[in-house]
């Protein structure tokens, strides 16, 4: 396993920075997350248009590059950087993932062009009022009736969810418990008894949904897998977006520290530069680590996602959890070293403080994961 990029991923990283810089600075940021969509439609068209970043992931085969994990990994880090306020995440790290990993032959066909061209804005609606991230925590309901599936239920924190087009939902057979009988079902936005509304979250630049499936009615086509071999598809592509998010967060982490060490060269007290003082100087080099093995963490994550290893579910799991909290650590810390300005709404700090925060919840908090981790070890 080689922990480096090539030539062609760090070109990619090149350019998606620059771009970034240049159309999705933090006063664009601050605009997007102001809408109300919760992101610029036009800067997202652009994005899937001329750059094609939707479809990193996604096989040629389906209008996609047929890039790997690491490429959508290197992605991430750099749109975590900038706070990218964009549906990426949902459509590309959760929904596209859910297709490739659990849809058939005619259902690929169907979605993923969509949302390879940018066209389509899908999600995963997974979680429930409970706040639990594993099987037992879906409570949604699929009942057969007359060739079709009927759902209903209630899914919470799903990104972008009062915006997209298409929503995968999780849902179980009447009946079933834990694993068994989990399957993921297609169900348009315009569906007759899907309600959908934004949810008052402390980070604005991911919008998070809250969805009631009041006897949804979908066709047998819409279900993308079924029995355990669907819940297998399901934790896979939780798994792939959960190394996503940590990429995501070593960014954030990178640039959280790169704020502090600038407003610590800048800002002065008693005469000389508060970076000069020891205590600074720890904090700074605390946030260096946290930002370094972090980095390692979601690096090897994305590398064992790529070569489809057995290991993926454990490889995801450390870096969620060690990514998580390092990130929240990096902005409290940074927060800490501009001191009151810190908290002012001009800076940009508590962006970053609010991601973190809202990021080390999603997918399953920092705890659940080194539990999980403990199960998959045998401990």
């Known amino acids: 396993m080689h922990l480096a990029f090539t030539e062609e991923q760090e070109d990619l990283r090149a350019s998606a920075r620059a771009f970034l810089a240049e159309h999705s600075p933090p006063a664009e940021v601050r605009r997007a997350m102001q809408g109300e969509l919760g992101h610029d439609p036009a800067l997202w068209k652009r994005l899937g248009a001329e750059l094609g970043w939707p479809g990193i992931a996604i096989p040629e085969a389906?209008?996609?590059?047929?890039?790997?994990?690491?490429?959508?990994?290197?992605?991430?880090?750099?749109?975590?950087?900038?706070l990218l306020c964009a549906p990426f995440f949902s459509s590309v790290c959760l929904a596209a993932n859910a297709l490739v990993e659990a849809a058939g032959e005619e259902q690929k066909r169907r979605w993923l062009p969509g949302i390879?061209?940018?066209?389509?804005?899908?999600?995963?609606a997974f979680a429930e009022p409970g706040g639990a991230w594993g099987p037992e925590g879906v409570a949604t309901t699929a009942r057969a009736e007359g060739g079709d599936f009927v759902l209903s239920g209630r899914k919470r924190y799903v990104p972008d969810g009062h915006a997209a087009d298409l929503v995968l939902v999780a849902a179980r057979e009447p009946g079933t418990e834990g694993e068994r009988g989990l399957s993921l079902y297609a169900v348009g936005a315009d569906a007759p008894g899907l309600s959908r509304r934004a949810l008052p979250t402390m980070d604005q630049t991911r919008r998070l949904a809250e969805l009631r499936l009041e006897d949804v009615r979908v066709p047998a086509s819409a279900r993308l897998g079924e029995g355990e071999a669907g819940y297998e598809a399901l934790e896979r592509a939780l798994d792939l977006a959960a190394v996503a998010l940590a990429a995501e967060q070593v960014g954030l982490a990178q640039r959280c520290l790169d704020?502090?060490?600038?407003?610590?060269?800048?800002?002065?007290q008693f005469g000389r530069p508060i970076g000069s003082f020891q205590a600074i100087k720890h904090k700074c080099a605390d946030m260096m680590l946290l930002v370094e093995s972090s980095r390692s963490a979601a690096y090897y994550a994305a590398c064992v996602a790529a070569e489809g290893s057995a290991d993926l579910a454990r490889a995801a799991s450390l870096a969620r959890a060690w990514c998580s909290e390092a990130a929240f650590r990096c902005a409290a810390e940074c927060l800490q070293i501009h001191g009151g300005v810190g908290f002012t709404w001009e800076y940009d700090v508590?962006?970053?403080?609010?991601?973190?925060?809202?990021?080390?919840i999603l997918l399953g908090d920092p705890a659940w994961h080194r539990e999980r981790v403990a199960r998959l070890i045998g401990l």
């Open 62 to 82: 389906y209008g996609g590059a047929g890039l790997s994990q690491v490429e959508l990994a290197a992605l991430m880090e750099v749109m975590g950087e900038a």
């Open 116 to 124: 390879a061209a940018g066209e389509t804005l899908a999600t995963l």
């Open 259 to 268: 704020l502090a060490v600038a407003h610590a060269r800048s800002r002065e």
């Open 350 to 360: 508590h962006l970053y403080l609010k991601r973190a925060r809202a990021s080390e």
